[in-house]
Every structure is written in C-alpha cells, then in structure tokens.
C-alpha cells in the first residue's frame, strides 16, 4: 500500500516553484493567493532564503508547494490510502484527504505561521539536533538539566530534536554527548517550536481552528501527537492544536503506517528530508520523493515494477497502480448521476456526472470505487471527485 508523506517546515528553498510554473497544478498557487491575500507565486518563485527562513512564509510556500505536487500527482490518476506529514505537514495530509477544504486549509497554514512567528519572539528560544543517541538517552539528557529544555521531534532511531532555551539546549547536547551522542548540531530556526514556549501560538490557532470545518478524512491519517491514526473531526480539531506545544513523533507515526500495511512512502513537497527518514526508521520500505515535474514519469515506472528482490518462482508484491482519479474540469457544484454508484462500470469517455452545464466524463475504464465529492458539494478545478479502479 502507499503512503503519502508531507514536507514540514525547513524543507523550503528559493526558486522551489520554478519547476511548477508552467504546470497546470499551478492553478492552486492562484486559489491560495487569493485565499491568504498574499503574493504566494512570489514566495515560491523570487523570495530569498532570508524571506523564506521567516516562519510566516516557509510555513505558507511549503504548504502549498505540497499541495501542487500532490495535484499533479493525482492528475496521472494516483492516490494514498494512507498519509502524514511533519510538524506543518499534518496540515497537508488533512488536506489531501479530504479532512480541511484547500482554502481553509491555506487560511489555517497563515493563521500558524504568524501564530508561531510572533509567539517565538519571547521567550527566545532555539533547537538541535542530537545524533547518535537513542530516544530514552536524550529524554534523561533533557531531564537532568534544570533549565528549559524538552524533546521536540523523534524524526527517526538516532535523530532527536531538543528544544528550548539557548542555555539549556546547550546543557541538555552536553548531557547528551556524556551519554554517548555521536554529535549535537545547532538548527538554523527563530525559536523552540513544539514545545511549551509555543503556548501563546496554541491558544490563537485555537481560535482558528474552531471557526474552521473539519471533515473525516478518507484513509489513514496519523498524528504526530500520538503517532495514531485517527477519523473523529473533533479528535482532529484537538491534534492540530495539541501538536504545536508537543513533540513530533514521526519515527513512530512511519512504524504506525507500515503496521497497517503501508509499504512505499512517497515524500510530496519541496525536499527529500522524510525520505531520508524513512530510509533510517523502515528498512525495507519503498522510497520515493517527487518534488520536480521530472519525478512524474519516475514515479510512474517506479510503482509499475516489480521490487528488485521478487524471489525466482515467487510473485512478488507487485506495485502496479491500478487505482485512477478522475478530477474536476472546473469549479462548481457537483452533481453525479443518480443511476450509478460504487461497483458500477465505467468505459473511457463515460459520463459521471455535471458540475452546472459542464459534463464530467471518465478519461479511464474501471470500476467504479466511491465518489470522492459528495452530491451538492462545490469543488474546485482538479479536485479528485470520483475513483476508479482498473479491471
């Protein structure tokens, strides 16, 4: 099974959009300006590092760069049963499965950055990472020091983040390599997020949060709270907020999906760090990260072969996408047809439904799985509405 993962804050880079511009998942950049009333193409396209390393703006490029790549992922008609992001991440994986609305979603993602940017003022605080040390070790080594200091993120086996005061986060790195850390490595980031000093920050997303309508999401979503899956809206309304004073657990959210069966993970967004990620937490897993127009048809191939070590006479797990996604033509309300429903086959060119006048028809042949729109609900452009299965 696939999983989809999200890039979080820090994977941002100038120029990330570039790539993007002239593909047609572009559009999204258009849709999220408008929705923050802010310049997001010139984020993703002219910013510098400096502008981009300001919370308020890598938080809103990154999301959106997520969102354009899964877009365009979606166009070659393939989907996740399962998702999770990292810190800022969980907001696209609730995003991509159909929990947040785009444009709430872009809201929210503005209503956090400036949230964290200003709560991160005062007190100061600063992160690092400790490498080489298991998590148990780097707890005790946060423990023994009395000064602020707390785990921030369990990113995989021998990588923790610690965050807090400048003095005690280089007190904890110094109990650390007592202990037998490898290294302790200083972060480039304006405070200690994911910890208590991010209160000020919980309280005004709240807010936010409150005001915005949350879904059930389709598949799984795991929480970095709890590295558990869950489907409760009101549950969901409780993580995204819980989530800025409390560490990441994401080496335990990526044991949690390959439990449930998820064996390729698919890194959506500007870099390559949880694909690294997945690579030190599940040995054996599938990795793959698309974050060029150019990692399209490699993903493509990749999910078409068979894994390299399918034993002769055996046969194999074999990844071939066999699930498609037929997407809106436009914006509008979505009305299927009354007479077909799951299980109902579909030839290439079949009619599925009306968004107003416009016919939506199947570019593909299968059988029909669910609708991904509910009946009346408005959709925007590229928006998966129907899903399909080849037979």
Not at 358 to 381: I, K
């Amino acid at each position: 099974m696939i999983a989809f993962t999200y890039s979080g804050q820090g994977s941002q880079q100038p120029g990330m959009g570039a790539p993007w511009a002239d593909h047609p998942s572009w559009e999204l950049v258009e849709e999220a300006s408008a929705a923050s009333k802010r310049d997001v193409a010139h984020l993703l396209l002219a910013a510098d590092a400096d502008q981009l390393r300001e919370t308020r703006n890598a938080q809103l490029a990154t999301f959106v760069t997520s969102m354009v790549v899964l877009d365009a992922v979606e166009r070659l008609g393939i989907d996740a049963a399962g998702h999770a992001g990292h810190s800022l991440g969980e907001y696209s994986a609730l995003t991509a499965s159909g929990a947040l609305d785009f444009a709430d979603a872009v809201s929210l993602v503005v209503e956090r950055g400036e949230a964290m940017q200003v709560a991160a003022q005062d007190p100061v605080g600063t992160m690092a990472a400790v490498l080489g040390l298991d998590d148990t070790g780097v707890e005790e080594a946060c423990t023994a020091v009395d000064d602020d200091v707390w785990v921030a993120n369990y990113n995989a086996p021998g990588q923790v983040v610690i965050a807090g005061s400048p003095g005690g986060v280089a007190a904890a790195g110094e109990e650390a390599k007592a202990r037998g850390a490898k290294r302790v490595t200083a972060l480039e980031v304006s405070g200690a997020f994911h910890t208590p000093y991010m209160a000020p920050a919980r309280d005004r997303l709240e807010e936010a949060i409150e005001r915005t309508d949350v879904r059930q999401p389709e598949g799984v979503v795991v929480a970095n709270v709890d590295a558990g899956s869950h489907t409760n809206p009101a549950t969901w309304r409780i993580l995204m907020n819980a989530q800025l004073c409390n560490p990441v657990r994401w080496s335990q959210s990526l044991r949690t999906l390959a439990d449930a069966g998820f064996t390729t993970f698919v890194e959506l967004g500007p870099g390559n760090v949880l694909t690294g990620l997945v690579k030190r937490t599940l040995k054996s897993a599938v990795r793959l990260t698309v974050n060029t127009p150019g990692h399209l048809d490699a993903l493509l191939d990749a999910l078409a072969a068979p894994p390299e070590d399918t034993l002769s006479g055996q046969e194999g797990e074999h990844l071939f996408a066999t699930d498609r996604m037929v997407v809106s033509p436009c914006a509008g309300v979505f009305a299927p047809l009354a007479n077909l429903g799951p299980g109902g086959v579909v030839s290439a060119g079949d009619l599925l439904g009306h968004i107003g006048a416009t016919e939506v028809r199947s570019p593909f042949a299968g059988e029909l799985m669910g609708w991904l729109a509910v009946d009346t609900e408005r959709v925007t452009a590229s928006k998966p509405i129907a899903w399909l299965r080849v037979t």
